[in-house]
């Protein structure tokens, strides 16, 4: 695996757990970083902070790493290489894959033991 270049997201985010069959909330602004997932048993939101009502279930103060892409789908190991030096520094992650990238959400008061361990992995982390 090649070492990677990644970018800090300027925000701080929110992981939000809401019930399964519950639509896309209002509060869910997507003119920046927004990630959905939803399964039998829930759906989950990754937003901005900012625009989570502080009644909604959530985990709050993530920050948000970038992997520069767009990476080719065929490519194997890249979370691996980024997760295992995490890992190692017992650096809990969330990570969210897209069609061009991926993106891995570190607690805000761990985000610089995180650039400190993927740098010393190899890879590049730009403000």
């Known amino acids: 695996m090649p070492n990677l270049t ?3 997201l300027p925000d701080t985010f929110s992981i939000c757990r809401l019930d399964p069959n519950e639509r896309v909330p209002d509060w869910v602004r997507t003119y920046s970083f927004v990630s959905m997932t939803r399964t039998a048993d829930e759906l989950s939101i990754v937003c901005l902070d900012k ?3 502080i009644e909604v279930k959530a985990d709050r103060d ?3 790493l970038k992997v520069e892409g767009p990476l080719d789908l065929s490519l194997t190991g890249v979370l691996a290489s980024l997760a295992v030096p995490l890992a ?3 650096i809990a992650i969330f990570a969210i894959s897209t069609f061009d990238t991926d993106y ?3 607690k805000e008061h761990a985000l ?3 650039i400190s361990a993927l740098e010393q992995a190899g890879h590049k982390v730009q403000a």
Do not use: T, Y
Request: aromatic share 6%; proline share 6%.
């Open 6 to 8: 990644l970018s800090i």
């Open 51 to 53: 625009d989570v009502p």
């Open 62 to 64: 993530w920050r948000c």
């Open 88 to 90: 190692e520094a017992r």
């Open 104 to 106: 891995l959400l570190v």
């Open 112 to 114: 610089a033991d995180a």
